[in-house]
């Protein structure tokens, strides 16, 4: 069964989001910048992957770090269900 899930994702600079966001793409997702967490002393750019999926819920980190990992991306948590407020 398809399950909606979130990861939250930070990312080294702006300069990394757009090229993982196109990987993210390919593989059926998106990436939502959370500007709520934006720190103007810091390059860090924090945000949510968002898909379906038929994995198991333990399995969606180590898949979305596939697709980030290769762009700086370190997938920090997820879940099934929407993208929450981070730091909850």
Not at 58 to 72: A, E, F, K, M, N
Request: with cysteine; aromatic share 14%; proline share 6%.
């Amino acid at each position: 069964m398809m399950m909606q899930f979130a990861a939250e994702v930070l990312f080294p600079s702006f300069d990394a989001v757009p090229d993982a966001a196109e990987a993210l793409a390919a593989a059926g997702c998106s990436y939502e910048i959370d500007h709520n967490t934006f720190d103007p002393d810091s390059s860090y750019v924090f945000g949510f992957v968002v898909g379906t999926t038929e994995l198991a819920e333990i399995d969606i980190g180590r898949w979305v770090s596939r697709i980030v990992g290769p762009h700086g991306g370190d997938v920090v948590e997820w879940a099934y269900g929407e993208p929450w407020k981070i730091g909850e």
